[in-house]
């Protein structure tokens, strides 16, 4: 067995930053801040990386996000497999076209010619009170988007094994680091390696109740289990991980055993990336199901800066343990 | 820095407005910053000590009826343009009684009454904005006049680039004024920026533009002035970098490991508020008496907004179904 | 009775906007090449604006889709009701923070102290081999972001009445111009006035089952219709015509009665906009349905060139047709 | 337009070379608008006649290795770099054995043997792209170049300048190519750009620029190859921008109001094709003769494409599920 270190999901991206340019002198990193004279990005979590790898590889960039992804995408196009940071996920709407229309589709426009291997890296989530411009989630954008992988871990090992993943495979990935995510530490295997993308992972097994969840959602889910093992219900509670493409032969699995599915997610409820497993549960379990598939997510607002108009915003475990219970009838 | 010929020189009266400007603003700092040390503020807090010369001069030209568009560096721009404190307090407080109801905090501040129409989190959006203000200015027929506050690092953005192009080719009444206090975030301005000085890429855009020293009270003036009058006059928009220098990092917490020791100490020995203070004394212009009277009535202005702010009532959740539309989200 | 021209959508707009601007001073227009000196814009849907009420008010813009929304934005909250073009759809990628962080957020941001009144008319649509970058429905990605309502007109007479609306709602307004409805000129009222935006159009009625659909897939509705009715099929055509906020009681009321639900948009289907709605539908009518709801939208891939492969991507007639069949079982 | 100290000239090989690719351009695009009007294509065609030397002459001075990054506006590009015609022809007909299968289409084309990397629909976005290439080739420790063609209105978005200043920090081996044919679509550049000359902008980039004839093989000769020499050296990028005209407007169908007829014939008297044509000639660089058979040896060449293209079979319907992902997405 190999040992447990305990790490925080900074860490462990880190970490596995660390070990893929180790492995693979490929791998290029950039974005604002991130090399070491910079003070290894805002949050240290491209630490270490250009005092090792040189600043070749590991390139601070102007506040540039249309140049940091053109960077990114023509490299990638050269065989280079570049990790680019885009500090907060709302940053990038300034790099929409890059994204969607360049880095997406140009495996597809070119007949398989060429393709983009990248990583973009992003961060969000409420609960740090940056309010309406720097919260948002919006992975439900781009698992609309063909051609580009979304990843949005909950725990340090999976952001560990899925970054390793995410820089290896052939195409483009967003890598979504949800601030609600980055409290707790947890146990991270010494050795741990890549974790394929697009598998979910049953993080608890039940029978009653499936709950479909991914990034800081699922870490409320797990504050959530107690009360509802408690109430007398059996919740399996399956962390996503990729939201796109979504592991639906585990979520149907799962509500075919239990009959009933909570989705939750901490982006916008409305038209939302729940929607998508609501409506494909309900199309491919039809009169199969106990009760309706309920959906949680934010209100349809902007993200309020108020502390307590913040908390309302965000599904909290309380949500979803009412949510459960009235599930259950 | 860049010569004007025949500049316009701040007088005594001028000068004490700028210095009760920048003091505003430093008190106010001031205290948000040891309330947020007590624990009863939890917002991000990007400090503006040492450039406070930038606002007050560029406010000092600017009536209620001028507009400008800020950044999440901007509660100075805000102070300096005269905002009443009670509702900035409010606000940062999260409390219903802010300007925005506690929704917006303090990067998202818009204060219509005294003319802070945006304030974003967004770097270099504030300037296409501004365009817009200022197009409406024109079609009102009115002499009024934007400001759009930026830093060094957001000249580096696609909008800044779009911004300047329109406004130029429009002749709008904007001024376009450019923290330039070396650094974006972390990152020292020549490790991001191409050329030696910002004011060059005004040359691209057909628009006049100048580096200004931005803790110099006389050349801010002078070169605010022209800028105005030409925005008033409508001869279009003026780029103006500001040099100057930021004493407390990019944001609370921030460890300022990627400055000199050397660089930040010369700085904060220039700091240019004990040296216009210095200089209305020296001067005449202003007696001790005065200087204190001044900065104990502006301390009693931020004791009180503080006390108001903190006092406030929380917003209600209903909030979150308001102001999403012009009519409220049925629950 | 009033008296019907006859008009293509193009025109309908066009009308639109010049009684608009006749009507209230404050409307303007802005974009690429839309004043008359230019054209009146490259399918000429803005002619003859700029003559009559001047540059000042009507103004081609450098290619600047930033500034060009920047514009707006300043322009709307300063009390005027900017119509602003993004030529097609997929440039508001290059615009998406002023739309997304900015449009759509300050009357919340500001706790009602400002709003952004404000139109953006973007066109786009499969069908004119134009390709992956010029032909992209993304009303899902704007339907997803809280504070601008999404509308998506199929016939002239809609596009002139919601116009109207548009420009006239306090809010911010993206108005969708499929290219797949501008070939079918169609009644319009010579007097045709606002249309309330939210509000769905039953535009046939029927007992068997339910079709949601917008824009061009209305079109397409229209021409699966004669089929669906011949194999005996009763199909309540409903054409949502405002996307977000979307007329949920409508759409309840009409799959109450029939109990079967086809949702068809040209967007691609996977975490697309009809997923939203079959969810809702699923929740709301839960065990009132007859059979699953079924969705068809794009495939996942960006919009191919070739004619036969475009053709493909579209969801046709013909598959609405098979589609209504398999509903009914 | 701007001068150059002891610019270097093209000899008689070099301006045969410009020819001949001015030459396969020009016939090329003949072929492909007379089986447009046939009906026997049906994309969107974006004529460059009367552009021709500006890729001509860039593309002498590159190598298979080098890469270029274009436009909707870009077969000229593509085809002056030698990229082979079948599978263009068969590109543009949709057919399987385009370069893309049929999937990208003319705005589409990639064609990585030739260099030809990205063809983008998006205003400003080859130049974002291109600088990624060139950092790759930095890596690499190759002295390839990238050429990012873009037109005058593209100058005026966010994307042209965060790719320009980031290239000049970087020193990447860029040359950014700017066909100022003094129209974006319906707009004249002096209504939509502030500044008289684009490549004034590249002093805000801190960046050689200049303004070419780009209708003077000779002009753009000696820019390009300095550009070329600065590029390979590994001492950054170059600002070219090149004046000239479209004959055919901005798109197959357009109808020209937008610009006077006098400028039109003006600019069509002035033809550089058959200027070029006459002064192999005039000079004894070339024999009718030569010249003669060279033509008739494209149109040869451009009729086999031709048929190739139009012969083609249509891609199956699964290649819509291909090409995603490296992983074909199951049915
Ligand atoms: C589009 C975008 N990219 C990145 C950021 C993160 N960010 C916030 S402030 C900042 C630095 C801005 O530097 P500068 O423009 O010099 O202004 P200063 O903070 O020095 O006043 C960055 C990178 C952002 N807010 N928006
Ligand atoms: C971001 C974006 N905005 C608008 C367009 C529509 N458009 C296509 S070509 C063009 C004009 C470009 O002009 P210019 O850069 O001068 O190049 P030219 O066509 O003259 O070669 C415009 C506005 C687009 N393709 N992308
Ligand atoms: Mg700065
Ligand atoms: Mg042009």
């Known amino acids: 067995m190999s040992e447990m270190e305990k790490m925080h999901a900074i860490q462990a991206i880190n970490s596995a930053l660390h070990q893929a340019m180790a492995e693979d002198d490929k791998v290029l990193v950039l974005g604002e801040d991130i090399a070491d004279k910079e003070g290894g990005g805002v949050t240290g979590t491209t630490a270490g990386l250009s005092t090792k790898f040189g600043t070749d590889r590991v390139k601070s960039t102007p506040i540039s996000e249309q140049a940091i992804m053109g960077a990114a995408i023509g490299a990638a196009m050269a065989g280079y497999k570049p990790v680019a940071e885009i500090m907060m996920m709302n940053f990038t709407t300034v790099a929409m076209d890059m994204i969607v229309n360049h880095a997406a589709k140009l495996r597809f426009m070119s007949g398989g010619q060429t393709n983009v291997p990248l990583v973009i890296r992003t961060m969000t989530g409420a609960g740090w009170q ?18 580009i992988k979304v990843v949005c871990p909950a725990f340090p090992a999976d952001y560990k094994g899925l970054m390793l993943s995410a820089i290896q495979d052939p195409d483009p990935v967003i890598f979504v680091e949800g601030g609600g995510t980055f409290f707790i530490p947890n146990d991270v295997p010494s050795d741990q390696g890549p974790i394929p993308l697009g598998k979910a992972n049953v993080v608890q097994e039940g029978t009653d109740l499936t709950i479909v969840t991914w990034s800081a959602q699922t870490v409320r889910a797990m504050m959530a289990a107690p009360a509802i093992a408690e109430a007398g219900i059996s919740a399996e509670i399956i962390d996503l991980r990729t939201v796109s493409p979504w592991d639906k032969e585990t979520v149907l699995a799962s509500v075919e055993k239990t009959g009933r599915l909570l989705v939750a997610h901490e982006a916008v409820r409305n038209f939302g990336p729940g929607a998508e497993i609501a409506a494909t549960v309900n199309e491919e379990l039809f009169g199969k199901l106990k009760g309706p598939v309920r959906r949680l997510g934010g209100p349809t607002c902007a993200v309020p800066f108020a502390k307590n108009l913040e908390t309302a915003f965000i599904v909290q475990p309380d949500d979803m343990v009412a949510a459960a219970k009235e599930l259950m009838g | 820095m860049t010569e004007l010929s025949n500049a316009p020189k701040p007088d005594g009266e001028a000068l004490k407005d700028i210095y009760r400007r920048m003091l505003r603003i430093e008190r106010n700092e001031d205290e948000i910053l040891s309330t947020i040390r007590k624990g009863r503020l939890t917002m991000p807090y990007y400090s503006a000590r040492g450039q406070e010369v930038i606002p007050a001069t560029v406010s000092h030209f600017l009536n209620d009826e001028d507009q400008i568009c800020t950044i999440y560096r901007g509660v100075q721009d805000m102070v300096a343009k005269d905002m009443p404190l009670k509702p900035l307090w409010a606000e940062i407080a999260g409390r219903v009684e802010g300007t925005c109801k506690g929704k917006g ?24 904005i501004a365009n817009g203000l200022a197009w409406a200015a024109k079609l009102d027929g009115s002499d009024r006049v934007v400001v759009a506050y930026f830093g060094d690092g957001a000249s580096n953005i696609g909008a800044f680039h779009e911004a300047l192009n329109m406004a130029s080719v429009w002749k709008l009444p904007v001024i376009f004024v450019c923290a330039n206090n070396l650094f974006a975030e972390h990152t020292r301005y020549e490790d991001a920026t191409s050329v030696d000085q910002i004011s060059k890429r005004a040359i691209g855009y057909g628009m006049p533009g100048f580096t200004v020293d931005g803790n110099n009270p006389d050349d801010m003036y002078a070169h605010m002035a022209a800028a105005v009058e030409r925005a008033r006059s409508g001869e279009g928009p003026t780029l103006l970098e500001c040099m100057t220098f930021r004493f407390r990092g990019h944001v609370l917490g921030d ?24 200089r209305l004394v020296d001067d005449g212009i202003a007696t001790e008496e005065e200087l204190a009277s001044l900065q104990e009535s502006l301390e009693q202005e931020v004791a009180d907004a503080r006390d108001f702010g903190l006092a406030g009532e929380l917003p209600s959740e209903d909030e979150l179904r308001r102001d999403v539309f012009a009519e409220e989200i049925p629950a």
Do not use: N
């Open chain 2, 255 to 278: 460890d300022d490991k990627y400055m000199t020791k050397e660089e930040k100490e010369a700085a904060m020995a220039a700091d240019p508020l004990p040296a216009l203070r210095q």
């Open chain 2, 105 to 128: 905090g303090g990067m998202h501040i818009t204060h219509p009454e005294t003319g802070v129409m945006v304030t974003t989190g967004i770097v270099g959006s504030s300037m296409p």
């Open chain 1, 130 to 147: 940056t309010a309406g411009q720097h919260s948002d989630f919006l992975e439900g954008w781009f698992a609309h988007t063909a051609g």
